[in-house]
């Protein structure tokens, strides 16, 4: 079974704007990690956010976490057509050693030229 | 760094038949994992190795399923009596060890479709 729920489940967006992606979770975590996935193709790591942190930045990615609210948001700015991709959040449980990533069902992203 | 590989990167297969994929992980990683994608679908994990040693495996991986990784680098997974509810994308990713974040580097799969 699947703990992440991305939100929204699909986004179209024109190139140049702003793209934002939530997920939510179910259990305590050690980390939150977001995932970029071209159609067909293996997934690319983006960002790893830690339980003890709440903002990260990478180029023009920014990642929140709140892990009172069990969730995060992951903010693309100034998108691009190769931005077109689906975006998954993973985590990994609290206590369980790290081992295993939980994916949830992912947000496409579309951007328009 | 030339990345996690997998081999094939397609396969189809009748069913019945039995496949043998192989994950060659990013070389200074000890942890490997697989994980089955479906369409529309994020990944979902199936079993974990820690060098050789196999460490976690979900319920899952029936027992057609048997993946090793016998020397600590390369893994193979292999799926015997294909069904065709085994179609699907088998990802291959690997991991440093150590600590309580580990980040995931994947490989481009082997997508598998039986017939």
């Known amino acids: 079974s699947q703990q992440g729920e991305e939100d929204p489940q699909a986004l179209s967006i024109q190139e140049g704007e702003n793209a934002t992606m939530n997920c939510s979770y179910k259990t305590s975590i050690n980390n939150l990690q977001w995932y970029r996935q071209n159609s067909g193709r293996g997934l690319v790591h983006l960002i790893l956010i830690r339980s003890n942190e709440r903002e990260k930045h990478s180029g023009r990615l920014r990642v929140t976490l709140d892990t009172s609210k069990k969730s995060s948001s992951l903010l693309i700015t100034a998108s691009r057509a190769a931005d077109t991709a689906s975006y998954f959040c993973?985590?990994?449980?609290?206590?369980?050693?790290?081992?295993?990533?939980?994916f949830g069902q992912g947000t496409r992203l579309t951007i328009n030229p | 760094d030339t990345g996690v590989s997998q081999d094939p990167r397609h396969k189809i297969t009748k069913r019945g038949q039995n496949v043998t994929f192989r994950c060659d992980p990013i070389?200074?990683?000890?942890?490997l994992y697989w994980y089955r994608q479906t369409l529309g679908q994020g990944p979902e994990f199936l079993t974990y190795f820690q060098n050789e040693a196999q460490l976690e495996k979900s319920r899952l991986l029936s027992d057609r399923f048997s993946a090793e990784r016998p020397k600590g680098s390369f893994s193979t997974l292999e799926i015997q009596r294909t069904e065709q509810g085994d179609s699907a994308m088998y990802l291959c990713?690997?991991?440093?060890?150590?600590?309580?974040?580990?980040?995931?580097?994947f490989g481009p799969g082997t997508r598998l479709t039986v017939t």
């Open positions: 070389s200074e990683h000890n942890r």
């Open positions: 993973a985590t990994d449980a609290r206590g369980q050693g790290a081992q295993k990533l939980v």
């Open positions: 990713a690997s991991g440093h060890g150590g600590g309580l974040s580990y980040e995931q580097y």
